[in-house]
Every structure is written in C-alpha cells, then in structure tokens.
T-cell receptor, first 117, second 112 residues
Framework: ETGVTQTPRHLVMGMTNKKSLKCEQHLGHNAMYWYKQSAKKPLELMFVYSLEERVENNSVPSRFSPECPNSSHLFLHLHTLQPEDSALYLC????????????????FGPGTRLTVL | GENVEQHPSTLSVQEGDSAVIKCTYSDSASNYFPWYKQELGKRPQLIIDIRSNVGEKKDQRIAVTLNKTAKHFSLHITETQPEDSAVYFCAASSPGGNMLTFGGGTRLMVKP
C-alpha cells in the first residue's frame, strides 16, 4: 500500500487495557506526527518525530507513549486511558522538518477510531 | 504558543456561489499557512498553502490571501460545486519547523 497507513482502523478498549496504534509511511519521509481529532478540538498535535527523535511533546498525558523505531514506523502505546480519550487518532508524515522557511506538506493516514469504555 | 481561530464553523452556500473562510493567528513569527480539506470519513489533504512573503496565491477555483499586519488569512472558493462539501482546516506553522496549529474547522455545505 502506498502513502500513510494506520492499523487498526477501529479499536475499542477498556480503561485498564494496554493497546498500541501503528502507523507506517511508504513515502521516504523523515518526519512523523500524531494528531488527535475529536469534536472538542478538531486537529490537535500530540507528538512530532524527526529522524526518529522526538522533537515535540504537546503537553500530552503520560498514558500516551509514542515510539519511533525508524523513520518509516510510528507507534502510540496506550494504557489506562479515560473515556474522554475516545477520538480519531491520525498519523501524518512529511519529507522533513527542514530549516527555517522550508515547509513540507503533511500527508495523513486514514486514522484509528478509538473508543474507550 | 500559537492560537488559530477559524470562522465560520459552518457555511452553507448554493452551488455556483463563492465561499470565504477566515482565520486569525496570534504568533506574529508564524510564516507558513496551509489549508486542508477533509471529506466525510476521509483523511485531511492539503489543498493550498501560502508563505509569509506572499500576499495572495491562486490555484484554479481556490485562492488564499494573507494579511501579516492584521495576522489573518482567508480561503476563497469560487463557483462552488457539491464536491467542495467538506470540512476545511486552516493552520499556522511555528517558525523554524513544520509543527502546525490548526483552526477549529469549517463545515462547508454546497447545495445543488
């Protein structure tokens, strides 16, 4: 598959479960992102990785733990979530973060629809 | 940090009419402003962007204008078509990076 893929597409979990979301990009990009999309805050940046190093953690609770083992894969490990964490989690990638004034289009995956019971 | 406000939250137009969506941002150092379109059940996709050294950019039926002094930018869609119906997000990028702060989105409905 081309572009940015995410698995699973749907996930239902209890508050005591541990699960992981997976993102893979087939575009040769160096930067990857996690976003949360909900009715309250439509597109909220969570984490940014550049060349497998985390460069941004946007005040995200520790029950969300990202992992970037290589520039093609990004994971979001979930544990002891709350019902308010139910949302669509979108992964995106871009060629790189670039120096100042060099911006790259972000390509989004289809998202994982997460429901926390 | 950056704060991006987007208006209106919903917009309904007749097919063939124009649609305008407006955004304001708070960080005067922001210098890249993309617009994303998200159709129902699909992923956001970039439709147009503008950088701070440009005041206006056009691509067929869509155009974006930027007023750096007032810290606002707008998306203009002319001759709207039903397939333009979607949620549109504006965003502003932190200087020196590609980290976007998004506006709250505008649900555009084009009635045939």
């Amino acid at each position: 598959e081309t572009g940015v893929t995410q698995t699973p597409r749907h996930l239902v979990m209890g508050m005591t479960n541990k699960k992981s979301l997976k993102c893979e990009q087939h575009l040769g990009h160096n930067a990857m992102y996690w976003y949360k999309q909900s009715a309250k805050k439509p597109l909220e940046l969570m984490f940014v990785y550049s060349l497998e190093e985390r460069v941004e953690n946007n005040s995200v609770p520790s029950r969300f733990s990202p992992e970037c083992p290589n520039s093609s894969h990004l994971f979001l490990h979930l544990h002891t979530l709350q019902p308010e964490d139910s949302a669509l989690y979108l992964c995106a990638s871009s060629q790189d973060l670039g120096p100042p004034f060099l911006y790259n289009e972000q390509f989004f995956g289809p998202g994982t629809r997460l429901t926390v019971l | 940090g950056e704060n991006v406000e987007q208006h209106p939250s919903t917009l309904s137009v007749q097919e063939g009419d124009s649609a305008v969506i407006k955004c304001t941002y708070s960080d005067s150092a922001s210098n890249y402003f993309p617009w994303y379109k998200q159709e129902l059940g699909k992923r956001p996709q970039l439709i147009i962007d503008i950088r701070s050294n440009v005041g206006e950019k056009k691509d067929q039926r869509i155009a974006v204008t930027l007023n750096k002094t007032a810290k606002h930018f707008s998306l203009h869609i002319t001759e709207t078509q039903p397939e333009d119906s979607a949620v549109y997000f504006c965003a502003a990028s932190s200087p020196g990076g590609n980290m976007l702060t998004f506006g709250g989105g505008t649900r555009l409905m084009v009635k045939p």
